[in-house]
């Protein structure tokens, strides 16, 4: 999956979120070991210091590291310092990709995107992205910003798949990148999945990852099992036939399994202040 200008992002990553301390460092290694090149974290995770720590030694230029900033950064000087302390945690002098973990309508996206521009121009970030971003406000940044933006993760698997999103992002060139791509497990035991997995000789999470390769979208699953990131990674070299993916359209209804409220402004998630 090609991005805007130097390097890409590999299709497959491995995501951090509800990771910390020892148990992230034992799953980014095991991640590394299984072949991930892509390793997704966030100032709200709290565990870019383990996740540094556990590439520290990969050689930088193999690894494609994305970190995310709270809403409550998007101001201009406070974004530019929510980058530098994630550098520092991370251990790393620049960034693959730098994203705004979710909008805040409090903050103008123009000053927003004008502290990515200077993160960018100064080679602390190489690619600008966004989270939870639909269309309206998508466009909306790239009519103010001057540096593209090359990714969208959103969250995306068979019970929301964000159809809208993923057609305007394919058609602007911006990468959509899957959160919760196996809907935190709760989409297993669907019969739909179930059928395919074992008609492919598969898990239900192979067979749910490859279905949203073939649909163009990236995906970061996480585990702390290496068990189950060595059999993540087994989504290439084999498809998914289109009766099957039109199977698993089928299973489309709009239903989240995110636990945050967007209308929780207290929560440091979103953490948008008065």
């Not at 919760?180 to 999945?193: D, K, N, Q, Y």
Request: negative net charge; proline residues 4%.
């Amino acid at each position: 999956m090609d991005l805007p200008e130097e390097g890409s992002m590999p299709r497959l990553g491995f995501g951090t979120g509800g990771l910390k301390d020892d148990t992230a460092r034992e799953a980014v290694r095991a991640a590394l070991d299984a072949g991930y090149r892509r390793f997704d974290t966030a100032e709200g995770y709290g565990n870019e210091e383990a996740v540094g720590d556990a590439l520290a030694d990969a050689e930088r230029e193999d690894v494609f590291i994305t970190s995310k900033a709270l809403p409550k950064h998007l101001d201009y000087e406070s974004l530019i310092e929510a980058c530098e302390r994630s550098l520092e945690r991370l251990g790393v002098e620049y960034l693959d990709c730098y994203q705004l973990h979710w909008p805040n309508p409090a903050i103008s996206v123009r000053e927003t995107m004008a502290a990515m521009t200077k993160l960018k121009r100064e080679g602390k970030i190489r690619h600008v992205g966004v989270s939870n971003v639909e269309p309206y406000t998508l466009s909306c940044i790239q009519h103010v910003s001057e540096v593209p933006v090359a990714v969208n993760q959103i969250e995306y698997h068979p019970w929301r798949q964000q159809r809208d999103v993923v057609a305007y992002c394919e058609s602007e060139g911006v990468a959509v990148d899957a959160a919760a791509p196996l809907a935190r497990t709760e989409v297993f035991g669907e019969e739909a999945i179930a059928d395919i997995a074992a008609a492919h000789g598969k898990t239900e999470a192979q067979v749910v990852l490859r279905w949203a390769l073939e649909r163009g979208v990236a995906v970061a699953p996480g585990s702390a099992s290496p068990e189950h990131i060595r059999a993540n990674a087994d989504v290439f070299g084999w498809e998914l036939r289109e009766e099957e993916r039109e199977r698993i359209d089928a299973l489309e209804r709009g239903e989240s399994v995110y636990n945050l409220s967007p209308l929780d402004w207290e929560n440091d998630a979103f953490g948008i202040a008065r």
